[in-house]
């Protein structure tokens, strides 16, 4: 007899995620009503069915090849304990990068960290330059049936005269795989979870000209949620909800990866004159801003202004899946001096582990099994969320009757019990073919079942 825990649909304070135990994969997602068509007219926000929405990175002709090191890094550089990984010093990470550093850069993590990150590609953007994905965690595993945060440079994000860069993206993903490879405890803690991060969703605004980067969409006003058409001059956001394929791309991995639990999106501070919060700190965020040193309130007061932006990344994944939203500013603040990074890039690691660790992780574990007469068994299963997270957030609660679902195999199961702290016994609802419904979880809290089992 094997008993497996089923998340079918499990949705996240602030996401809908799909944690199976088991094959098939989850079915296609609907897709959002508001989003228009390309032309020719398809379905943009289509949910691949069998291949993971990612295509694996085969460098195009048409990016420049990767500066030597001599000219695309620092000179100086620090050879790890392995004679052929040449890893650059912080001073990398705190200038601007060109293209072909930004390429080199990306392919030199990938070679330097196969056992954590899988480089891929949304696909291109306006101009054909390749929008890179990294999937950072264990690799042995399937990284898509575990919750994730997805980590994304905001596309209105600004330092200085240009678009906000990739650096910061890129040295929070560094950091996080240096961290994993050195501690085995952290290694093993990206068996439970998925990092997604998307350092440059708009390359064009990044590394183009800057004749040739002007268009006539705001792609930070580009999304499905809360979209309204409005004068071009004022505020073009385009014909149609994701017109253009920057914004298109990232809709597209939102809505297929049911798994995203959190966005951790890089943005410029509004600051308390543009918007005022009034919501007192939740208890994730809270802890998130202790472990990094940061201000509670105002990571509160960034989240409310992301989620409030209409047609922004943060609006739309809150709005699709609930996901919970942290707003991180890694411009602002004091300059980098000498060889080291802002000091606000620091926090970014720090922060994304406990965004990452605040993820509803289910865990479930038989307690005892006690033969009560031939094929007939009473086992005790406890379950639990190991984050700070809910299985559902509000909203989705009133959607569905539960996100956290008990499939059982090789037995039968007559009747389940459920006990949840301070609460009385409770039978629980008839079972849908082999799976019972449990209901929804709220962070860290646990679940002790009775089951009933006929089996050997």
């Known amino acids: ?147 994730a945060v997805l980590l994304a440079t905001d596309l209105e994000a600004r330092f200085g005269d240009r678009p906000g860069g990739p650096e910061a993206a890129l040295f929070a993903v560094r950091t996080l795989l240096e961290r ?79 798994n995203v639990a959190a966005l951790a999106v890089l943005a410029v501070d509004p600051g308390p004159e543009a918007f005022d919060a009034r919501t007192p700190p939740s208890a994730p965020l809270s802890r998130i801003a202790v472990r990094a040193s940061l201000d509670a309130r105002r990571l509160t007061r960034a989240r409310e202004f992301a989620v409030a932006k209409p047609g922004g990344l943060a609006a739309f994944a809150h709005a699709r899946s609930g996901a919970c939203v942290l707003a991180l500013d890694p411009w602002s603040g004091d300059e980098a001096s000498g060889d080291a990074v802002r000091p606000a890039f620091a926090a970014l690691p720090l922060a994304v582990d406990g965004l990452l660790r605040e993820l509803p992780r289910l865990e479930g574990r038989m307690d005892r099994a006690e033969r009560l007469r031939e094929r007939l068994w009473l086992v005790e299963v406890e379950v639990r969320v190991a984050g700070g997270l809910p299985t559902a957030s509000p909203e989705e609660r009133a959607k569905a009757p539960a996100s956290v679902w008990l499939d059982v195999e090789g037995a039968r199961v007559s009747k389940i019990g459920a006990r949840r702290d301070g609460q009385p016994t409770a039978n629980l609802d008839v079972p849908r073919g082999r799976t019972w419904r449990i209901g929804h979880l709220d962070g860290n809290e646990s679940l002790k079942l009775f089951l009933a089992v006929e089996g050997d």
């Open 1 to 147: 007899m094997r008993m497996r825990l089923l998340t079918c649909v499990l949705f996240f304070a602030s996401t809908s995620f799909v944690a199976r135990a088991q094959d098939p994969k989850p079915k296609p997602e609907h897709v959002p009503a508001d989003v228009a068509p390309q032309d020719p007219p398809a379905t943009p926000l289509e949910t691949p069915q069998e291949t993971p929405y990612e295509t694996p990175i085969i460098p195009p002709e048409a990016v420049p090849a990767p500066v030597p090191p001599t000219e695309a890094l620092p000179p100086a550089v620090v050879t790890s304990t392995s004679a052929t990984r040449a890893v650059p010093t912080l001073l990398a990470y705190a200038r601007t990068w060109s293209e072909a550093e930004y390429e080199a850069e990306l392919e030199r993590l990938a070679s330097t960290y196969p056992r954590f990150l899988r480089l891929g590609s949304l696909g291109t953007s306006k101009q054909g330059r390749r929008i890179a994905l990294l999937t950072i965690g264990d690799l042995a595993t399937d990284p898509d049936r575990r919750p």
């Open 180 to 258: 994993a490879e050195r501690e085995t405890e952290f290694a093993e803690f990206f068996t439970g979870a998925t990092l997604y991060a998307v350092p440059a969703p708009d390359p064009d605004g990044v590394f183009a000209q800057a004749a040739a980067t002007e268009r006539t969409c705001r792609l930070e006003r580009n999304f499905p949620a809360g979209w309204q058409p409005s004068d071009a001059i004022e505020c073009p956001q385009g014909p149609y909800p994701c017109s253009e394929p920057e914004t298109r791309e990232l809709a597209r991995l939102v809505a297929a990866r049911t």
